[in-house]
């Protein structure tokens, strides 16, 4: 079961994810868990996890990506992130423009191959928007921002019929 630092604070609020079963409210866990055997292990706070100076992404790295992202980080799409690529969000940089630490769990999003190529490719764009939201662009130039709540057009998008 994985909580939002924010679930911790109010815990009647939030919603928790249980692996293999999907979400829930927290103010109905005592009434699932009932009769369980629960284990409690230690918190586990992703944004600590330091970058790596390798294209390769460690296991760490990667639990951390489908922790944060549990599904595909592009607008729309209901794809759980277990079997999708990672894909560095700005292309990794090689030889002469190489720099440390590009891998990293803000560097990162999970993406399936069309999608990845598609951004790879130059068809979509996308940008971070502050810790946890990516901001992507379509070909026709339409903007949508993904987040820990879903997908909306982006502000730039939006407008007032007269």
Known sequence: MHLAEETLVDPESGVARIEGFGPLTTASLPEF?????????????????????????????RDAIRRGSPFEAFPFTSTTSDH????HI??????????????SVAGLASLARLVHRAKTLGAWKVRREGLAELCWTSPLGRSYIIGPRGARPAATMMYRRE
Do not use: C, M, N
């Not at 992703?46 to 992404?57: K, Q, T």
């Not at 999708?84 to 894909?87: A, C, E, R």
């Not at 990794?92 to 891998?103: A, C, I, S």
């Open 33 to 61: 868990l009932a009769g369980t055997h629960v284990t409690v292990r230690p918190v586990v706070d992703d944004s600590r996890i330091a970058p790596v100076d390798a294209y390769e992404i460690p296991e760490q790295l």
């Open 90 to 103: 700005v292309a990794y940089k090689l030889g002469h423009f190489w720099e440390p630490r590009q891998t």
């Open 84 to 87: 999708l690529d990672l894909d």
